[in-house]
T-cell receptor, first 118, second 111 residues
Framework: GAVVSQHPSRVICKSGTSVKIECRSL??????MFWYRQFPKKSLMLMAT?????????EQGVEKDKFLINHASLTLSTLTVTSAHPEDSSFYIC??????????????FGNGTRLTVT | LAKTTQPISMDSYEGQEVNITCSHN???????ITWYQQFPSQGPRFIIQGYKTKVTNEVASLFIPADRKSSTLSLPRVSLSDTAVYYC????????????FGTGTLLAVQP
């Protein structure tokens, strides 16, 4: 089945630095990937839609200059948290859907990245 | 995007059948219903998806009434390892269509 790989699974960084998170679709091409954020004991919150070869679409309230998204190929999207601060500490999860073939293929998720900003 | 409503939590015992119902009154004609399971510090895992009537796979069944305004995820004979948060999502299935998560249901299975 469709597999989405996310890296790293855990990262600790100092306040003011930037962190890049990678999301790869391993066995399918994904023209679109989605980035979510999840706080402890809360549901997933959609941050942005990553579009291959074009600009990402951000949800209301998400700073595009803070969370840079690049989707340079059909199998890779990256999320860079710039000038990270402790309040950016969270669980970031990417997802993608195999858009070829069946139109109702489900969304598949990576295993998430736990970001801790000290 | 259709909004979903689920119970915040449910309790069960090992070996029991668990049914989690999700309400989605404003589901659109081209929307599918998908259920996910999430363990702590992991990404959500796909369980089952359906459009209407009943769908069954090796882990669960999904019941959808004719009006499609609700759906019920049925987990047969749960075990302790089924303790997790279960999310019901409603949305169109195209590659570019986003899905919005609701609150989910925390299922706690006790021995």
């Amino acid at each position: 089945g469709a597999v989405v790989s996310q890296h790293p699974s855990r990262v600790i960084c100092k306040s003011g630095t930037s962190v890049k998170i990678e999301c790869r679709s391993l066995d399918f091409q994904a023209t679109t990937m989605f980035w979510y954020r999840q706080f402890p004991k809360k549901s997933l919150m959609l941050m942005a839609t990553s579009n291959e070869g074009s600009k990402a679409t951000y949800e209301q309230g998400v700073e595009k200059d803070k969370f840079l998204i690049n989707h340079a190929s059909l199998t890779l999207s990256t999320l860079t948290v710039t000038s990270a601060h402790p309040e950016d500490s969270s669980f970031y999860i990417c997802s993608a859907r195999d858009g070829t073939g069946v139109s109702n293929s489900p969304l598949h998720f990576g295993n998430g990245t736990r970001l801790t900003v000290t | 995007l259709a909004k979903t409503t689920q119970p915040i939590s449910m309790d069960s015992y090992e070996g029991q059948e668990v049914n989690i119902t999700c309400s989605h009154n404003n589901i659109a004609t081209n929307d599918y219903i998908t259920w996910y399971q999430q363990f702590p510090s992991q990404g959500p895992r796909f369980i089952i998806q359906g459009y209407k009537t009943k769908v069954t796979n090796e882990v669960a069944s999904l019941f959808i009434p004719a009006d499609r305004k609700s759906s019920t995820l049925s987990l047969p004979r749960v075990s302790l390892s089924d303790t997790a948060v279960y999310y019901c999502l409603v949305g169109a299935g195209g590659a570019t269509n986003k899905l919005i998560f609701g609150t989910g249901t925390l299922l706690a299975v006790q021995p």
